[in-house]
């Protein structure tokens, strides 16, 4: 019986892939590199920052490299991450539901901590999830860590969360920390993916996404 659900931000619960794009564009140009490809950016997306810092850039960089061009990736992002970033149509409601039904709600992303919190309550408001992290000063997803801590805070076994994302990394990080897997295909990965990264389920619409969960609570 599932009584939690981690979510996954980008691309899962908001479309972020432009005001990233945006901001590692900025970052190469600094580096005189043109704007990132489709194929590498796609590949990258669901990267924590400093993973944009160092595959984002066209050879192999120094750790001083990194460091530096992760500086200016935050910069930037910090000022372009609600330009072009929004909800998806539907989960709000999905989500009101959820937390009306006596659900544990929670959001956890590779994405910088601050920022999650900021887009989170930007566009869903405060009070509907009972957390919302990033990977600051642990290990980033696929590790566990995250999804762990959060699985502590609310006293739940594993097997009573779902992991909920769009991404390789999602799937992998539900089955590294026990919990039960839901690929959402609206995002940035490709539905076969997610199927062979191992989600349990994989669900194509927003009605079907909270259909699920309300049989898997059951």
């Given amino acids: 019986m599932i009584k939690g659900i981690i979510f996954d931000l980008d691309g899962t619960l908001a479309y972020t892939f432009e005001d990233i794009r945006d901001s590692i564009d900025e970052m190469r140009a600094a ?26 850039l066209e050879s192999e960089p120094s750790e001083e490299k990194i460091e530096e061009a992760l500086e200016i990736y935050v910069a930037a992002y910090d ?13 709000p409601e999905v989500m009101a539901k959820l937390k009306a ?45 995250g999804a762990n801590i959060i699985a502590d805070k609310w006293g739940l076994d594993p ?14 990080t539900s089955i590294n920390a026990g919990m039960t897997g839901i690929g959402v295909s609206w995002g940035y990965t490709k539905r076969e993916l997610l199927s062979e990264a191992g989600a349990k389920y994989i669900v194509d619409t927003r009605p079907e996404l909270l259909s699920l969960i309300e049989v898997l609570a059951k």
């Fill in 31 to 56: 580096y005189g590199l043109p704007p990132i490809s489709d194929e590498l950016m796609t590949k990258i997306v669901n990267f924590p920052a400093r993973g944009f810092a160092e595959y984002g």
């Fill in 79 to 91: 000022r372009n991450y609600l330009n072009k970033t929004n909800v998806y149509e539907g989960l």
């Fill in 101 to 145: 039904d006596g659900l544990k709600l929670a959001v956890y992303s590779n994405k910088i901590d601050a920022y999650v919190k900021k887009i989170m309550i930007h566009l869903y408001g405060e009070g509907l999830f009972d957390v919302l992290m990033g990977p600051d000063g642990i290990r980033p997803k696929p590790d566990p860590a």
């Fill in 159 to 172: 097997s009573e969360i779902a992991f909920v994302g769009d991404s390789v990394l999602d799937m992998k």
